[in-house]
């Protein structure tokens, strides 16, 4: 009575809790009872799908959205959607958003002191290739200053969102920059207990996406969950 | 019905999915493209129904800066996906899918058609539901829960509803407005004496 093929557990500490103590605003947000561990059923292995329709041509190029060029330093973002068994993920729907150059949102409730950008908005979206690969044009966002604790600085960095092909593999994620000396700092970084997984959400500088006199190379994979290796069946002790 | 494997997890050489982080104060410049208040439009078949309710946290404040995704069957209780193997038909301009946030006072709201019981083959159909992705600054990671319909007869056999102590499960049940009808409430608490349930799978 083989039925759903479901999507893997998220591998021990490497996705955070709901509450972390250094994250004030978790405090009062995040669920105190436990969650209720559910089999999935179709409707968790099953999810809104994305095409051409879902996307605006030219929205993975965040410095033409405007007359004129975004200040800072222009970037190309790249690198492949995956899942836990390295398989591409193709016409994944990939949303993106970010700071400018100054450290500052395009957003009503941010109100650090720091410049507004006219030629910048901080949103772009793509769909993965064949190859699961995404590609973005942009500006490096700058570090910011928030009110978490005192002296609260947040790393630059830029927000990820996906959905992967069902409900169950829904991913919303912030990008980082190497050799940024605010990561150890952070609390949002620093949620996570593996220290492995925080790493990987660092990007690496790449060469080979460097375009010269023109734009720096960040390379960032993205890893969804993989697919259980056989189907759930009845019967099964569903504790562990 | 189904059981979670027991399986030992594979570790793949390219390491595990990719970490969660908080969506932030800001996820409006990313998310309002997709932003949506009807999930079915004029011309889909299935009974029409509005669902409003608002998003508190342990202080019983509202939460504005939250956002829901919401992921449903038709009418027919068919998925628009490849992999729900069930013979029903799906409808045309009907994607399942919506994603809504909450305004100044912690409110949501959007209209739809109740979706139909999804069923498996030779399996117990589960009672009509609508599965809730919560998203929020404050929660390092999405977390789930899923409205149910109140008075429905399969709600006493559904293998999920039966996974929550009967004292929590309330807590997704739709409240009917009692003046309009196919008007339904439902609050989210993230905290305190009538916290949602929310799932992990």
């Not at chain 1, 222009?74 to 993106?96: A, T």
């Not at chain 2, 029903?88 to 946030?101: M, Q, V």
Request: proline fraction near 8%; charge should be negative.
């Amino acid at each position: 009575m083989t039925r759903i093929r479901g999507y893997r557990r998220w591998a021990a500490g490497t996705q955070p809790a709901c509450l972390h103590l250094p994250y004030v605003s978790s405090r009062r947000r995040a669920p105190t009872k436990p969650l209720v561990e559910i089999p999935q059923t179709l409707s968790e292995i099953t999810g809104p799908s994305w095409g051409a329709r879902d996307v605006v041509k030219g929205a993975c190029d965040l410095t033409t959205q405007h007359a004129g060029s975004p200040l800072g330093p222009r970037i190309i973002v790249s690198g492949r959607v995956l899942d836990e068994d390295g398989r591409p993920q193709p016409n994944m729907l990939v949303e993106v958003w970010q700071a400018n150059a100054a450290g500052r949102y395009l957003h009503r409730n941010d109100q650090h002191n720091a410049s507004l950008d006219p030629n910048f908005t901080g949103e772009g979206h793509t769909l993965t290739d064949e190859q699961g690969r995404y590609r973005f044009v942009t500006i490096r966002p700058g570090e910011y200053a928030w009110g978490n604790h005192h002296n609260a600085w947040r790393p630059a960095h830029i927000h990820f969102s996906l959905f992967g092909p069902a409900f169950a593999t829904r991913l919303v994620t912030q990008m980082y920059f190497p050799g940024d000396p605010l990561l150890a700092f952070d609390p949002i970084f620093n949620c996570t207990a593996d220290e492995q997984a925080r790493n990987r959400l660092v990007s690496q500088f790449d060469w080979d996406t460097t375009v010269p006199c023109e734009a720096l190379g960040y390379h960032f994979d993205i890893i969804l969950r993989g697919r259980e290796a056989t189907p759930m069946e009845d019967g099964h002790d569903h504790d562990r | 019905m189904t059981m979670i494997d027991k399986t030992a997890r594979q570790v793949s050489e390219i390491g595990p999915a990719t970490t969660w982080q908080t969506i932030g104060p800001f996820f409006s410049i990313g998310l309002q493209r997709g932003y949506a208040t009807e999930v079915a439009g004029p011309g889909v078949a299935g009974e029409r129904i509005a669902i409003e309710g608002r998003v508190f946290d342990g202080d019983g404040l509202p939460i504005p800066d939250a956002v829901l995704e919401i992921w449903q069957a038709n009418s027919h209780g068919k998925y628009v996906h490849p992999e729900d193997p069930q013979d029903k038909p799906l409808d045309e301009g009907f994607l399942g899918h919506a994603r809504i946030p909450t305004g100044e006072d912690g409110g949501f709201a959007f209209t739809t058609i109740k979706p139909g019981a999804v069923c498996m083959p030779e399996e117990k159909p589960q009672a009509p539901h609508i599965l809730v992705g919560l998203m929020m600054r404050g929660l390092l990671r999405r977390v789930v829960t899923r409205m149910y319909f109140p008075n429905e007869p399969l709600n006493a056999t559904d293998e999920i509803l039966q996974r929550v102590e009967a004292a929590r499960r309330g807590t997704l049940l739709l409240v009917p407005d009692g003046t309009k009808p196919g008007v339904y409430r439902w609050d989210i608490h993230m905290q305190g004496e009538v916290e949602t349930v929310f799932f992990e799978f």
